[in-house]
Nanobody, 123 residues
């Protein structure tokens, strides 16, 4: 039974930083593509950061590149999203995602999802 459980403080002022974590069980993240999607009320869900364990390649949406960093600890089976220089446009529900193998930056191919956690950035 696969579970992805996100955690992290969800509210910050513009310019601040947040860290989200996703603890995985029922799978080994070292064999998966792990990533983060987000959705705000007026937008479609979008992949913002993914990591392919097979070749250590990463994907970052250009809206978060240089501000957000995905990292993972294969021993703890946990992934982390560090978010810096946050703006109100980053306000959204952030969800951890997993797909066996590689390339999970398309919503349709993701197999497992976390429950989502709200991130609110105030101006």
């Amino acid at each position: 039974h696969v579970q992805l459980v996100e955690s992290g403080v969800g509210s910050v002022q513009a310019g601040g930083s947040l860290r989200l974590s996703c603890a995985a069980s029922g799978l080994s993240i070292s064999s998966y593509c792990m990533g983060w999607f987000r959705q705000s009320p007026d937008k479609e869900p979008e992949a913002i950061a993914t990591f392919n364990s097979c070749d250590s390649s990463t994907y970052h949406d250009r809206s978060v590149k240089a501000r957000f960093t995905h990292s993972q600890d294969n021993v703890k089976n946990m992934v982390t999203l560090r978010m810096n220089s946050l703006t109100p446009e980053d306000t959204a529900t952030y969800t951890c995602a997993a797909k066996p193998g590689a390339y999970c930056h398309t919503r349709a191919v993701v197999r497992d999802w976390g429950q989502g956690t709200q991130v609110t950035v105030t101006s």
